[in-house]
C-alpha cells in the first residue's frame, strides 16, 4: 500500500501569513491522482485540489497544489481566519486508496 | 442539489450487527462508485473500500477486508455499510463519499454528513 507522510504535523501561522504543506508518497503516484482535503471540526472533509493541481469547484485561488511521482505540495497563499483547519492528502492512483496522517494549520 | 445523506448516530455494545446507510440524491446513482472512509476519534481519514452501484463490484482495502461489507440497493439510490459483529475498535465516524467523475479512481468531491457509531458495552 502507498504510505503518505504529510509534513509537518501542525503549522503555526498568523492570518495573512503564506502556507506550505507536504506530502510525500512510499511510492510512484501515476498520473497525479493526488487530492488535498480540508477538514474543519465536527464536519465532513472537503476537497480542494485533485489531480494534484486542479482546484475543485468554488475553491479560492488562494489554494494551489503543485508536485508529481511522490513529491507534492498545498499551498495557501494568504491564510484566510476561516482557513485554520486540517489538511489531509488522498492518493487514488494506487489500489487500495490512501489518506496522509493530516497537517493542522492553526492560529498562532 | 448532489447530496449523500447519512443515518443517524449508532450506540451499540460488541458482539451486534449493524448496517448505516447513504442515500444518493441530484444525480443518477448508478453513475458513480460510491466509498466508505473512517475517522476514529481525533485521527485522521483512512479509505475501507467502494462500491460501483451498477453491478455492486467491490473493492476493499486489506485493512478492512472481511471485517466489513459494502452494499447498494439501487431502487431506493442507497449504499450501506455493515457490520455482523461490533467491536469497541469500530467506534469512529463513518463517512460515504463520492468520486467527482463516473471513473472509479477520482477523487471525492461529494461527501456525506457522517454517522458516529459507538460501541461499548
Known amino acids: 500500500e502507498t504510505v503518505l507522510t504529510q509534513s509537518p504535523g501542525t503549522l503555526s501561522l498568523s492570518p495573512g501569513e503564506r502556507a506550505t504543506l507536504s506530502c510525500r508518497a512510499s511510492q510512484y503516484i501515476s498520473n497525479t491522482y493526488l487530492a488535498w482535503y480540508q477538514q474543519k471540526p465536527g464536519q465532513a472533509p472537503r476537497l480542494l485540489i485533485y489531480?494534484?493541481?486542479s482546484r475543485a469547484t468554488g475553491i479560492p485561488d488562494r489554494f494551489s497544489g503543485s508536485g508529481s511521482g511522490t513529491d507534492f505540495t498545498l499551498t495557501i497563499s494568504r491564510l484566510e481566519p476561516e482557513d485554520f483547519a486540517v489538511y489531509y492528502c488522498?492518493?487514488?492512483?494506487?489500489?487500495?486508496?490512501?489518506f496522509g496522517q493530516g497537517t493542522k494549520v492553526e492560529i498562532k | 442539489e448532489v447530496q449523500l445523506v447519512q443515518s443517524g448516530a449508532e450506540v451499540k455494545k460488541p458482539g451486534e450487527s449493524l448496517r448505516i446507510s447513504c442515500k444518493a440524491s441530484g444525480y443518477s446513482f448508478t453513475s458513480n462508485w460510491i466509498s466508505w472512509v473512517r475517522q476514529m476519534p481525533g485521527k485522521g481519514l483512512e479509505w475501507m473500500g467502494r462500491?460501483?452501484?451498477?453491478?455492486?463490484?467491490?473493492n476493499y482495502s486489506p485493512s478492512f477486508q472481511g471485517h466489513v461489507t459494502i452494499s447498494v440497493d439501487k431502487s431506493i439510490s442507497a449504499a450501506y455499510l455493515q457490520w455482523s459483529s461490533l467491536k469497541a475498535s469500530d467506534t469512529a465516524i463513518y463517512y460515504c463519499?463520492?468520486?467527482?467523475?463516473?471513473?472509479?479512481?477520482?477523487?471525492?468531491?461529494?461527501w456525506g454528513q457522517g454517522t458516529m457509531v459507538t460501541v461499548s458495552s
Open positions: 462500491i460501483g452501484p451498477s453491478d455492486s463490484y467491490t
Open positions: 488522498q492518493q487514488y492512483g494506487n489500489a487500495p486508496w490512501t
Open positions: 463519499a463520492r468520486p467527482r467523475s463516473d471513473y472509479a479512481g477520482d477523487a471525492f468531491d461529494i
Open positions: 489531480g494534484a493541481s
